[in-house]
């Protein structure tokens, strides 16, 4: 979500190829552009950034900058463990919603699945803790979030930066991609600032969402 | 003959699988024994004091754990005594460093920090905004979930072979310093940071260092005029750039360009540990 929306924000046309989604360095996304391959979101965007001569970032100061990688990286670095263990291991029974396609393949990937995301997430080091503490650790990431978002219209004010695509990919899946979870319940009681800057974003960078949903159900 | 032969490569191919995992189950049963055998002991310290369990002192800081230096930093911000146990350095849940206090063992820095919070009543962020302890958090989760592995590809992947300059190793535990770096490795490629080229990780990892940097911009601390409860976890982390990684990108940063933390080390060191030269190794 965070390539597909940097992409739309800086109006690069692209075509999605959902066969090979793994690419060098066995990471996904990944981009080709004339022939040359870039793994890693971030490396994609910054790659991007020099080729097409994009910058999101004019309108902020180095230190506000500061501020939204601060929260990027919390996302992408702890909330993102709790949203594989919350899917793979701990609910995933509520994974067939978002990605299944048929039940073999939804027990294949989910049996697989899971024990990576776990043999993962206990390298990572939050494996170790029990489902109640990761819970608790993610939320207070999401509650920290909230706080400095606060009544804003982006994370640094009325103009989005780059970090804004990112914590749009994270924070998107709680509002969307994490049915029945305590973080969809978070974003959509307590939290509520961070579900309308999702729908915010969603309204004005993918009119098309509906169709793209209806799309992905047709071809199940 | 063929058809034997093939008859056995495949019984072989079996065979060793279910050993594989037999033996990989054993081996985390044994762990686990051992870590329990070990906490029956420090069942029966007395109740009133808390034993800090980390890593013995290095030669270059007092911690060369960042979650270590983290904890102690902590346990002298909110003013509560403690003895140091340098023995039993794994705790449950096969991490460090952890505690043992009125009975219980705690592992984890962050979620002992919250036990001693709750279980003492402290709390050390009274004067700190909401939005100055969410950007504090902020910065706590890049230097411990994403600068960490920066850390662990300079320090112990790339120049393992230093690691004795930083702290004493036992001769036994200095043979194993590849085995352990290899298994730091496969835990960085879990981890996802790892599949990158050591000179895309650093240029991920210095990204941190701005970041930080650039939140703390000209204030004293991450609470302000006084540090929070995450000055103790970014200062853990970000010392270990200006004083436990000789001769990387990360020192010579906070040397120049990021000065501001190298500065911001200074007062929390002042302020937390005045003891800070006889808090190291010496030997």
């Given at each position: 979500m965070k390539v597909h929306t940097y992409l739309r924000m800086t109006q690069i046309p692209y075509k999605i190829d959902g066969k090979d989604p793994f690419g060098p360095k066995g990471k996904a996304p990944w981009i080709s552009l004339n022939g040359e391959h870039v793994a890693d979101s971030e490396f994609i965007i910054a790659y991007l950034n020099r080729k097409c001569n994009k910058d999101l970032n004019k309108e902020h100061s180095v230190d506000q900058l500061a501020l939204g990688t601060a929260v990027r990286v919390m996302l992408e670095d702890q909330f993102s463990w709790g949203m594989a263990l919350e899917r793979f291991v701990f609910n995933p029974q509520e994974f067939r919603k978002v990605f299944g396609k048929n039940l073999l393949y939804d027990t294949i990937i989910l049996t697989f699945g899971g024990s990576v995301a776990y043999k993962r997430a206990v390298a990572q080091g939050?494996?170790?803790?029990s489902r109640e503490e990761i819970e608790g650790i993610v939320s207070k990431n999401l509650r920290a979030v909230s706080s400095l978002l606060g009544?804003?219209?982006y994370i640094l004010g009325d103009m989005p930066c780059q970090d804004d695509c990112a914590i749009f990919g994270q924070l998107g899946q709680a509002v969307w991609g994490l049915p029945n979870s305590n973080y969809e319940k978070l974003v959509h009681s307590e939290l509520t600032n961070l579900r309308d800057y999702c729908f915010r974003i969603k309204d004005l960078y993918y009119a098309d969402w509906d169709q793209l949903i209806s799309r992905k159900r047709k071809s199940a | 003959m063929g058809c034997c032969s093939i008859e056995l490569s495949l019984t072989n191919l079996i065979l060793f699988g279910v050993l594989y995992f037999v033996g990989k189950k054993a081996l985390k049963l044994f762990k686990q024994w051992k870590i329990d055998r070990m906490l029956e002991k420090w069942d029966?310290?007395?109740?009133d004091k808390l034993i800090l369990h980390t890593v013995w002192r290095s030669k270059l800081l007092p911690s060369a754990s960042p979650f270590g230096l983290k904890l102690e930093t902590y346990l002298r911000m909110a003013k509560i005594p403690y003895e140091l146990d340098t023995k039993d350095v794994m705790g449950p849940k096969g991490k460090f460093p952890w505690i043992t206090y009125k009975g219980a063992h705690i592992a984890d820095s962050q979620l002992i920090i919250e036990f001693l919070n709750k279980k003492l009543d402290i709390?050390?962020?009274?004067?700190?905004?909401k939005e100055q302890l969410a950007i504090a958090r902020a910065c706590r989760v890049v230097m411990e979930e994403h600068f960490f592995w920066g850390l662990i590809q300079y320090r112990f992947i790339d120049n393992v072979k230093a690691v004795p300059q930083l702290t004493k190793i036992p001769a036994m535990f200095k043979l194993l310093l590849p085995l352990r770096s290899c298994l730091l490795k496969q835990r960085m490629i879990d981890n996802g940071i790892g599949k990158h080229t050591p000179t895309e990780i650093y240029q991920m990892t210095e990204a941190d260092l701005h970041t930080v940097s650039g939140a703390l911009g000209s204030k004293k601390f991450f609470g302000g005029d006084e540090p929070c409860e995450d000055d103790c976890a970014i200062f853990g982390g970000v010392a270990q750039a200006v004083w436990g990684l000789p001769g990387s990108s990360f020192e010579r940063l906070c040397d120049g360009e990021l000065k501001n933390l190298k500065e911001y080390c200074e007062r929390m060191k002042e302020m937390y540990w005045p003891d800070w030269e006889n808090c190291m190794d010496k030997s």
């Open positions: 939050i494996g170790a803790h009544d804003k219209k | 029966d310290a007395p109740k709390s050390v962020n009274k004067n700190t905004s």
